[in-house]
């Protein structure tokens, strides 16, 4: 059924299209109304056979969520940013015990400076994890990975974080065709766990493991991840087969076939990201793009082949590791090998700072005549910048490494 | 005999326990019968007199015992989970489950929460852990699951410090006590007054439908406020003061007895509350000075000497006295 709504109540819906069983609820800006939504869908009964529990933290909301998932139960939470931060000793755990939550990470950058505003350090931060991280590009999408996630985290035992751009898509009216509760009984079947703990078959979880079996179980791990990177596409196409449109797998490509320059990017900014490349290719530019859904496992030899007719790679990402710089560039880097394709790392949209075409539109030419730096930050604020870096901080810092110990 | 040697004791004279055999028999320990459930088994690898494991073993198997098995256990990280499980091996013969050190609560929360929900209500779940997983760092997702009145037994193993990871001070180390974070020097050695949290009360503040505190001393007084717990629903808490030989610095066959001497000087009350107020408390037999705890532990030995501390044992003594009077610990019982 078509439908104009928030991208969360879009999330929300979907995900209790997926009958979860146990909702965990902390709020925090901007996921909050993916939990109310959920929970008003709870106490209305529209979505019954489910337990919603307010909890003191995001600490105890993924904790809880582990002790629902172990005791077999359709588990689901939603956290952002700083309530990421705050649960990661419980991500970590989720998935080194293989438990099939499905979380939605409200993409928000992380403080300090505090900021609500939306960028993917919160995402980043935990891509170590081991949880698979898909990443929505529409409101459309955000429904239906939430749909291929569970599917995903309960065929392989493993925990799934579908990621959804803070405000611009939480807060966003679109047009999005919510499935029925038949279409989607159809293609997810109800959870039957790997292990379950239950009195008449006793077991032991999350036991004491030392040198001798934990690489293995590290390993084990990996190699999950290594299956999801099969299962992803197949269960893409399963979806297009059954819903009859094309979301999720690894990455979307848009008109990348001859294109000497590919931008690669994550979220919602590659619908801006594909407009600029139709302007662009409309004045001769060769452009294409590529939307990457699937970061965790991250799918190396597919977009190594996606990538190599292009000569140019610009990697723009909303995320920056101070001091390295961008670390989707990084994977991408890694990606490419020894090729000897180009490749630009933008750094934008951090905190919510608007990426424009015009914006998108000048790296773009400025990477045709060769002017780019390998590292840019899209729209630096010079002013702010060199007021700061002449400022007291900067002398005071100035001070102290010209110190020289009296001898 | 020489000195660091103990003759082996088989029972504790001077005390007025009572032997298992002397009972009624719906009065007996559940672990006098042969088919006692075993919760824990033997073979793992808590130290000699361990009070946690001796505690651990006559709490779950009473709770498994009122729940005719169908329990399921969640244990926070500590000396009980890291001794009962060293993978591939496990002495838990019952559905447990190990998530973080300070989550024990809100994975109990979790589970019960499931079993509501597939209407596996035949099911129980105990939540455990020591005092730094419970009073420290499982503090919040304690609150959170009381306040919730959550479907959770949750057990307080306190040994009053954190003695996974070497004898550290938590917020449940009593003042005076040396731990490696409270060495015993300077103006106030070991832990200064003021401190700590008294967890059982906080529980209390709920208004949750059971809290009670519970001693190795007193395991029959153990098994019976487990059994009343599990008779009951919504979010109830027992606190076991369980001694740590290693971490005290006392003999390892002493553990009973000093777990009494700390009920007795009333230095650790025994009492049970319901919704907030207190119901019952096991009124002192014999009375002890609180020296007489003191001395069975080289954690206080610096009370003692080189000369005698008279200031801090005083007020130590004030606690208990303060103790005495808020659960009216010397009363006369009333005979029956």
Redesign the interface.
């Known amino acids: 059924m078509l439908k104009q709504i928030e991208g969360s109540r879009a999330v929300a819906e979907g995900v209790a299209l997926c009958r979860p069983?146990?909702i965990?609820a902390y709020p925090i800006t901007p996921q909050t109304h993916i939990v109310e939504e959920l929970g008003a869908l709870v106490k209305t009964g529209e979505l019954h056979?489910?337990?919603f529990?307010?909890?003191?933290?995001e600490?105890?909301a993924l904790?809880?969520?582990?002790?629902?998932?172990?005791?077999?139960?359709r588990?689901y939470t939603a956290t952002s940013s700083q309530g990421l931060l705050y649960m990661t000793?419980?991500v970590y755990?989720a998935s080194g015990?293989g438990l099939p939550i499905v979380m939605t990470l409200g993409n928000r950058a992380i403080g300090a400076p505090i900021n609500i505003w939306n960028d993917h350090s919160d995402a980043m931060a935990i891509r170590d994890a081991g949880w698979i991280m898909l990443f929505a590009e529409t409101n459309q999408e955000a429904i239906d990975l939430h749909i291929q996630a569970f599917r995903l985290a309960e065929e392989l035992s493993t925990p799934v974080m579908v990621c959804v751009d803070g405000f611009i898509l939480t807060h966003a009216y679109e047009q999005v065709e919510m499935p029925s509760q038949k279409e989607v009984d159809h293609f997810l079947p109800p959870f039957e766990p790997a292990q379950i703990?239950?009195?008449n078959?006793?077991?032991?979880?999350?036991?004491?493991?030392?040198p001798e079996?934990f690489a293995e179980v590290r390993y084990l791990a990996h190699r999950k991840q290594l299956t999801a990177m099969e299962r992803i596409p197949a269960l893409a196409h399963e979806f297009a087969m059954n819903f009859a449109r094309d979301s999720g797998g690894l990455f979307h490509p848009y008109k990348t076939e001859k294109a000497k320059t590919i931008i690669v990017a994550m979220g919602s900014v590659c619908g801006t990201i594909k407009d600029v490349a139709d302007d662009m290719r409309e004045a001769g530019h060769s452009v294409g793009v590529i939307a990457l859904t699937t970061f965790r496992p991250f799918p190396f030899a597919q977009l190594r082949d996606a990538l190599k007719g292009a000569t140019k790679i610009i990697v723009i990402e909303k995320s920056l590791t101070a001091g390295m710089g961008g670390p989707l560039a990084a994977e991408i880097k890694l990606a490419l090998g020894k090729s000897k394709q180009t490749l630009y790392s933008v750094i934008a949209g951090l905190g919510g700072r608007p990426i424009t075409k015009d914006s998108i539109r000048g790296i773009v030419e400025r990477v045709a005549h060769d002017e780019l730096p390998d590292t840019t930050f899209l729209d630096l604020n010079w002013d702010v910048v060199n007021e700061a870096v002449g400022g007291a901080h900067t002398q005071l810092i100035e001070k102290h490494t010209n110190h020289k110990p009296k001898s | 005999m020489q000195e660091g040697t103990q003759r082996v004791k088989f029972y504790q004279t001077g005390t007025l326990t009572v032997g298992n055999r002397l009972l009624d028999v719906e009065l007996r320990t559940v672990q006098a019968t042969t088919d006692r459930s075993n919760a824990i088994t033997s073979g793992h690898r808590a130290c000699q007199g361990c009070g946690e494991a001796l505690g651990a073993r006559y709490a779950l198997d009473a709770a498994m015992r009122a729940s005719n098995?169908?329990?399921?256990a969640?244990?926070a990280t500590g000396c009980l989970?890291?001794f009962s499980?060293?993978?591939?091996e496990?002495s838990?013969?019952?559905?447990?489950?190990?998530?973080?050190f300070?989550?024990a609560a809100?994975?109990?929360?979790?589970?019960?929460?499931?079993?509501?929900?597939?209407g596996r209500h035949d099911?129980r779940v105990v939540a455990q852990g020591g005092d730094g997983g419970t009073t420290d760092i499982g503090f919040?997702?304690l609150?959170?699951m009381f306040?919730?009145n959550d479907d959770v037994l949750y057990i307080c193993y306190d040994n009053q410090g954190y003695m996974n990871t070497g004898v550290q001070r938590s917020s449940a180390t009593p003042p005076t006590a040396r731990t490696a974070t409270t060495p015993a020097i300077g103006g106030e050695p070991g832990n200064i007054f003021g401190t700590g949290k008294d967890v059982p009360r906080i529980a209390m503040a709920h208004e949750i439908p059971y809290v009670a505190t519970a001693s190795v001393a007193d395991l029959h007084d153990l098994e019976a406020k487990v059994t009343k717990a599990m008779s009951m629903h919504g979010a109830r808490y027992i606190h076991v003061f369980v001694p740590c030989p290693l971490g005290w610095g006392a003999p390892t066959n002493s553990t009973i007895r000093v777990a009494r001497l700390a009920s007795e000087s009333a230095l650790f009350p025994l009492f049970e509350a319901e919704h907030g107020e207190v119901i019952a408390s096991s009124p002192i037999r014999k009375q002890v000075p609180v020296e007489d705890y003191l001395k069975t532990q080289n954690r206080f030995a610096h009370l003692f000497k080189p000369e005698r501390d008279e200031e801090r044992i005083a007020v130590l003594q004030q606690m208990a006295d303060r103790n005495i009077k808020r659960y009216d610990l010397l009363r006369e019982e009333v005979k029956a």
């Open positions: 069983q146990v965990c056979g489910c337990e529990i307010n909890v003191e933290s600490f105890a904790s809880v969520a582990i002790g629902a998932s172990a005791a077999g139960a588990a000793e419980a755990n015990m703990l239950d009195p078959k006793p077991i032991t979880l999350g036991a004491l493991v030392g079996a | 098995g169908n329990m399921i969640v244990n989970e890291v499980t060293p993978y591939p496990t838990w013969t019952l559905p447990w489950l190990h998530s973080l300070g989550n809100a994975v109990a929360s979790g589970v019960a929460a499931a079993l509501r929900t597939q099911i919040a997702c609150s959170g306040e919730r």
